[in-house]
């Protein structure tokens, strides 16, 4: 008997299942073409927060635009998807739903060449990973126009003066000469911040020793400069939690950690000693005799740049420069010496704005 009630329920509970996945079928097929993630329940309960995307799709394009921007966006992972035919001037929209932390409800609007508009910004079929990563930041970081405004270096303003408030502490050691492979490592120890260097980036730093001076500057210029000179780069990182600095092999349009930054002002306002007059006679000396000299008279350091040099096969040592007698400026002197041996100065700021003087080559690298 208890067998026979047991087969009983077990074939009402079959008929119910079925019965629910017709009725489902029915209202998808009603409703437009919706697709919602299992487990919404669980998620709710935990308060993960959601976003619900309804795609108005341009009555101009093919029928089969819809089942291919589904199929497209589903394989990205991209879950509670609407899509539906677009109204007359519909634009893209996000809306709060509430909630701690709040769901959104987005409106995304697919145009007539295919292209779907979300807020700020469009992305292709073919790019639906890229969407799936701005649905991901919107519910981390919130709708683009309420976050802080980002910086070129991928992170915003508060996180990045925080950043440079940090790396702004001066190095109390002497770099000269001693190992890349000491030196960096005690650089990072300097930080709070945590500073990811996987093996193989590791090996890239080597254990050639270090060509400059750096006591004195910034921790932040200072591991700029040792990681350029191996092509590697300081890279921030930040999630919702958390900023972290990242060594990287350099490459270009990454958003790096740089050797110092550009005065706001006129470069002789960073140091105004540089428009004090001298009479000079200079005849067949190397520049790096003139740029030393000026360095103490107007007590500005400087910071060759190691990879301009190499990649011009310039060897300022070995460079003589001639100027007669005459009564010059400290910045014209300088200008016009490293002229003569294909070189250039430019005044930057160290993360605690001391200004130094960044020796480069007359040619951008940027050329090459």
Avoid at 293 to 321: K, M
Wanted: charged letters at 25%; a positive charge.
């Amino acid at each position: 008997m208890p067998s026979r009630i047991a087969a009983f329920f077990r074939r009402r509970a079959s008929r119910f299942v079925r019965g629910v996945a017709i009725w489902l079928g029915i209202c998808a097929a009603g409703c437009g073409m919706e697709w919602a993630g299992l487990g919404a329940r669980a998620a709710l309960a935990q308060r993960q927060p959601q976003v619900r995307l309804e795609i108005a799709v341009d009555p101009r394009l093919p029928p089969t635009t819809q089942q291919e921007w589904m199929r497209r966006l589903a394989a990205a992972g991209i879950q509670r998807i609407r899509l539906r035919t677009a109204f007359a001037a519909e634009q893209p929209e996000i809306r709060s739903l509430g909630g701690d932390p709040p769901d959104y409800a987005v409106r995304a609007v697919i145009n007539s060449t295919n292209e779907l508009l979300l807020p700020g910004t469009r992305f292709r079929s073919s790019e639906a990973e890229r969407i799936k990563e701005w649905l991901d930041d919107l519910l981390e970081k919130g709708p683009p126009d309420s976050r802080p405004p980002m910086t070129p270096l991928g992170i915003d303003l508060p996180r990045l003066w925080a950043l440079r408030k940090d790396l702004a502490q001066p190095v109390a050691f002497s770099t000269l000469d001693r190992p890349r492979s000491e030196v960096v490592p005690q650089l990072v120890k300097m930080t709070r911040y945590a500073v990811q260097i996987d093996p193989l980036t590791q090996n890239k730093i080597g254990d050639g020793p270090v060509k400059a001076e750096l006591q004195g500057f910034a921790l932040g210029t200072a591991l700029a400069y040792v990681l350029r000179s191996q092509g590697l780069a300081l890279v921030p990182r930040a999630d919702a939690t958390a900023t972290s600095l990242v060594v990287l092999p350099a490459r270009k349009g990454m958003g790096v950690w740089p050797v110092g930054w550009p005065p706001e002002g006129p470069e002789a306002e960073a140091q105004p000693k540089l428009l004090e007059f001298l009479t000079v006679n200079i005849t067949n000396s190397p520049v790096t005799e003139v740029v030393q000299a000026v360095s103490q008279r107007v007590e500005l350091p400087y910071l060759w740049d190691d990879v301009a040099l190499a990649r011009f096969g310039l060897h300022p040592e070995e460079s003589l420069v001639n100027v007669p007698q005459t009564r010059i400026t400290h910045f014209r002197l300088l200008k016009q010496s490293l002229f003569q041996a294909k070189l250039r100065s430019e005044i930057r700021l160290d993360d605690a704005n001391r200004a130094f003087l960044w020796i480069t080559s007359v040619k951008p690298l940027t050329d090459h």
